[in-house]
């Protein structure tokens, strides 16, 4: 099948993924997607096998957090679309853009429960309520369609995973005419409405005490944020996914403590309230919603947003880019006497937040400390649901967007190290740092041979040891549970990490930390350092 019009519809898939600008694909071959894998010897596409499909949709996740396009995963029929259907939900909860294609059984089987091999009574429903559609391409020409409708999700509506699913034999037919070049253009959000802009304006405009509260959504509008923070003496507080939206030590910058007692209370306080590109969801605040007294301008491309706990009293349903702009040109300077006091006012709530920290976040404090100062501000860190990472969330700094990378929504384990090896790959050079707990660290450790084979910059896992499921045991404690299936027998990770090929270090105090930091960060390739909590 080597003449261009005597390709199989696998082959020219490939071609058109590649005329889209698809660079990287992650997955495992099996005997399901052969035809899938006949186009990549022939292609610029680099494939990254990861060793479970878990793992290639947690690297889809991480690379296209990092480069603002989508992650591409393959994989096959069945258990290959179940094992990667949790890192599906996970990119569905916190919009991130990734097309899983899959196969599926012929044309003819399918539905008929004949228990074919890899075969689900309907593959489609596995992932329907965990993406922006999933659907099958009954033929060849269904293919370019729907490509073009998912790259439409990706570029005109809130990203989220899309699954097509191409059965067996629609992969190994030659196609009828050649679509490969058929690539969809269209890019389009929204603009807002000219006289809820105005509305906006002269409510912002009039505000005594205005915030801003800036989530994923508006990582493309960092410049705009904090013109306009500056024009109206407004802080700016991020949601986990905004994080680096302005520069840590800008004075009107908040940081990502929405999830704090004290950053509820200062929003609380606020006349008007503008939430940009922002769920404000119970995941990022730590509790059920905020006691808003004021009034709320909501930005946002996802109209489901403006009726939630957080009713809009003005709805702009515009990208935040476009938004943001628009209010710029009808917001004056404000008396700046206000963002003196607002610089002052939040000196004094980062100050409380700080003094406020418990015994074990000051040992995170500690260490966090450490990566700060030993890390270059390129450097990006991909975080798990472990402890030292809550804190992080809302204590570490960071000086650019999607740099902080942490599973918000869904809060799956396992999320770390697989969504780090995407990002490492999608920014090759880049320093990274894994920052994964004990416990979660094994839900998909297999994924060390991928980071070992195909990373070439410096990639360093900070595993945080309490021998425990320390959240969990934490919580039962709390609650008058005796700790219950939280204390687990854990292996030597260090021998296991350096069966697959990293460097180890294991510090055996705080003080030895930043020197096993910094040779990892010169080692052009993967370290573990085994950071043990006791110790710290």
Known sequence: MSDKNNISNG?????????????????????????????????????????????????????????GKPGVCFLISGPGLTNASTAIGQAYAD???????????????LGKGWGELHETQEQRAITAPLTA????????EDIPHLIARAFSVFNCERPRPVHIEIPMDVLAAEIDYDWTGAVSTFSQHPSPNAADLHSAANLLQDAERPVIIAGGGATGAGEQIAQLAERLGAPVFSTVAGKGILPSRHPLYAGAVLC????????ENADVVLAVGTEMASTDLWRDKLDLSGKVIRVDIDPRRF????????????????????????????????????ATELENMKADILNGYESLQQKHVRVLDVLRRELPDEAFLSTDMTQIAYTGNHYFSVEQV??????????????????????????????????????????TVQELATAVEELEGPLVIVLWNNDSLGQIRDDMIA??????????????????????????????????????????????????????????
């Open 11 to 67: 082959q020219a898939l490939v071609r058109l993924l590649e005329n889209y600008g698809v660079d990287t694909v992650f997955g495992i071959p099996g005997v399901h997607t052969l035809e899938l894998y006949r186009g990549l010897p022939d292609s610029r596409i680099r494939h990254v096998l990861s060793r479970h499909e878990q793992g290639a949709g947690f690297m889809a996740d991480g690379y296209a957090r990092t480069v």
């Open 95 to 109: 919009s991130v853009p990734m097309l899983v294609i899959s196969s599926v059984n012929e044309v003819p089987n």
């Open 133 to 140: 559609f999933s659907a099958t391409a009954y033929t060849g």
């Open 260 to 267: 704090l007692e004290q950053g509820w209370n200062y929003v």
């Open 307 to 342: 009726h939630d706990r957080h009713p809009a009293t003005i709805a702009l349903l515009a990208d935040a880019e476009s938004s943001l702009s628009g209010l710029l040109e009808s917001i004056e300077v404000s008396d700046q006497t206000r963002a003196a006091r607002v």
């Open 402 to 443: 999607n740099s902080w990378l942490h599973p918000t929504g869904f809060g799956t384990l396992g999320y770390a190290l697989p969504a780090g090896i995407g990002a490492g790959l999608a920014s090759p050079g880049r320093p990274g740092v894994v920052l994964a707990g004990d416990g979660g660290f094994l839900y």
């Open 479 to 536: 609650t008058g549970i005796p700790p219950v299936a939280v204390m687990p027998k854990n292996p030597d990770y260090q021998k296991i990490a350096e069966g697959f090929g990293c460097r180890v270090a294991g510090p055996t105090s705080l003080e030895m930390l930043p020197e096993a930091l910094g040779n990892a960060l010169r080692h052009k390739g993967v370290t573990l350092i085994e950071v043990r909590e006791e110790l710290m």
